[in-house]
């Protein structure tokens, strides 16, 4: 069965600085997708970033990018030049296709702290 | 406009009531699913329906009934709930059972069993 690990319960960032959040996943399937995905205090589970497995090339949405190294299958989160607005708790989420059942799993989850 | 709702957002009831959650979209998304979040933030997922067609049943109380009406709805209702019921419950929706470009979430139903 996949397993969706992130490693860092909580991490803190300075604003306008560089945070990285961990995510690392277990599969035997080659072609999949990768998530993450924002909730903030609100509540609101929103999408952050979408990486194809099948694509070398790292996504990258504005001051948020990825970094996706599939043989070590690791699936990190950078968000560059840190905003007040960007602290809320960060899921990583997997794609999981078992006999044409699919369903995202998620990790547990990363708390980001953004410093004033 | 919302694209996914989810009415309440707050639900506080006492052991053993029924209750049910809506959930309502207007993307045009063909499937949808409700997912429960724990106390320890940990997301499962619980049901997905695809053109009101019952695709996912994860291991949950038969207490749980889900129904979808039409594509655009997916409602959730409890029966006899416990204390262990309590959670945050989310409906989401996308477009494809394979969701290749993610979910759309509702904002959540915070549902406390006292």
């Known amino acids: 069965a996949q397993t969706v690990t992130q490693s860092q319960p909580e991490m803190s960032v300075q604003e306008a600085e560089t945070v990285t959040l961990s995510c690392t996943y277990d599969?035997?399937?080659?072609?999949?997708?990768l998530f993450w995905y924002k909730q903030p205090p609100s509540r609101q589970m929103i999408l952050v970033i979408r990486?194809?497995?099948?694509?070398?090339q790292n996504a990258t949405e504005n001051r948020f990018s990825v970094n996706f190294q599939k043989a070590a299958k690791s699936f990190s989160l950078k968000i560059s030049d840190s905003q007040l607005g960007d602290a809320a708790m960060y899921f990583c989420a997997y794609r999981s296709d078992t006999s044409g059942t699919y369903k995202y799993i998620f990790g547990t989850g990363t708390r980001l702290k953004v410093l004033a | 406009d919302t694209a996914v709702s989810q009415t309440p957002k707050y639900l506080v009831t006492q052991m053993g009531n029924d209750k049910s959650i809506k959930c309502e979209q207007n993307l045009g998304h063909d499937t949808m699913y409700w997912y429960k979040q724990d106390s320890k933030k940990f997301l499962k997922i619980m049901f997905s329906y695809n053109n009101k067609e019952l695709i996912i049943n994860e291991t949950v109380p038969n207490r749980f009934s889900p129904k979808s009406p039409d594509k655009a709805h997916l409602n959730l209702h409890i029966n006899s709930l416990e204390l262990g019921d309590s959670a945050v419950y989310f409906c989401?929706?996308?477009?494809?059972?394979?969701?290749?470009?993610?979910?759309?979430f509702g904002s959540g139903t915070r549902l406390t069993v006292v």
């Open positions: 990486q194809e497995a099948y694509k070398q």
């Open positions: 989401a929706s996308s477009q494809g059972v394979q969701a290749n470009y993610g979910y759309t």
């Open positions: 599969t035997s399937e080659s072609d999949y997708y």
